[in-house]
């Protein structure tokens, strides 16, 4: 899977939300629909003829299912935090959206991918050690 906060990364919220709805493979209209949102206005958004307003913002972040920070961060509004916690913060706002029971599966997935990687780690020390 990509790492999509770098691919993200784009010079205006009219860019990031294009590359946004291209990449999750979404179209304005679907956006707008989820959104309750006029399509022109998410087209005049896209194409760079109209900024996003808060409620705009609010909307699109509550339909993609994504922070409303983040969002308001891609449009400029707040800034932007390092990378690393910028992605932290989107695994966070998803996994808490998630039942309990869910969270700790994705805990016990997290603790066995870092356990084979330790595991990998050795194996390549040893390797190198002969």
Known sequence: MKNVMKNLKTDTFASWLSYY???????KAALADKANLQRSILSKIEQGRQIATPDTLTKIADALNLPQEYVYRQAGILR????????QELILYKINQLPELEQREIMELIDFKLSRQKQKQKEKQ???GE
């Open 80 to 87: 932007n935090p390092p990378s690393d916690t910028e992605y």
């Open 21 to 27: 709805l291209e990449y999750y493979g979404l179209t």
């Open 126 to 128: 040893i390797t190198k």
